[in-house]
């Protein structure tokens, strides 16, 4: 019987995975103060996909805390995903923090555990974090630049 290796975490993946997002995020929240919140409704030429809404939560000098959510096509049928998501000015990295109000992610877990967390969770929710951001660049159409002033 073979036995299976440890995962070892991979820094540099998981800081590549950071930093994009953090260029997706400043992307798409541009300068919206604390409090604000950016709704991008997605759709292609054939569907809605519901409303990809990013929330400043808090702005300061160093870091900022984004509320990230979608709703739309699905409510009240699933728990629709939710992050906390804190982008670090100074090293321009975006992390997620919490993700279904978990907190905390190991750079690494022991696999199988209680909480059935993959061994690579915390890479997962970034990446996860950076697909639904990237589909929000390719198919979202921002509120804002229809506003009047």
């Given at each position: 019987?073979?036995?299976?290796?440890?995962?070892v975490?991979?820094?540099r993946?998981?800081?590549?995975?950071?930093?994009?997002?953090?260029?997706r995020?400043?992307?798409?929240?541009g300068d919206?103060?604390a409090?604000?919140?950016?709704?991008?409704?997605?759709?292609?030429?054939?569907?809605?996909?519901?409303?990809?809404h990013?929330?400043?939560?808090?702005?300061?000098?160093?870091?900022?805390?984004?509320?990230?959510?979608?709703s739309?096509?699905?409510?009240?049928?699933?728990?629709?995903?939710?992050?906390?998501?804190?982008?670090?000015?100074?090293?321009?990295?975006?992390?997620?923090t919490?993700?279904q109000?978990k907190?905390?992610f190991?750079?690494?877990?022991r696999?199988?555990?209680?909480?059935?967390?993959?061994?690579?969770?915390?890479?997962q929710?970034?990446?996860?974090?950076?697909?639904?951001l990237?589909?929000?660049?390719?198919?979202?159409?921002?509120?804002?630049?229809?506003e009047?002033?």
């Amino acid at each position: 019987m073979s036995r299976r290796t440890a995962y070892v975490t991979d820094l540099r993946t998981l800081q590549a995975e950071c930093t994009a997002n953090f260029v997706r995020l400043d992307r798409l929240l541009g300068d919206t103060a604390a409090g604000e919140r950016v709704e991008l409704p997605l759709a292609s030429h054939t569907a809605r996909f519901g409303t990809l809404h990013l929330e400043v939560v808090e702005r300061a000098p160093y870091t900022t805390v984004v509320r990230v959510f979608q709703s739309g096509v699905l409510d009240g049928m699933i728990d629709a995903p939710r992050m906390m998501v804190h982008l670090y000015h100074d090293v321009q990295m975006a992390e997620v923090t919490d993700f279904q109000r978990k907190r905390h992610f190991e750079g690494r877990y022991r696999y199988p555990n209680a909480h059935m967390h993959q061994p690579d969770e915390k890479l997962q929710l970034n990446r996860f974090l950076g697909e639904w951001l990237e589909h929000g660049l390719a198919h979202g159409h921002d509120t804002r630049i229809f506003e009047t002033p």
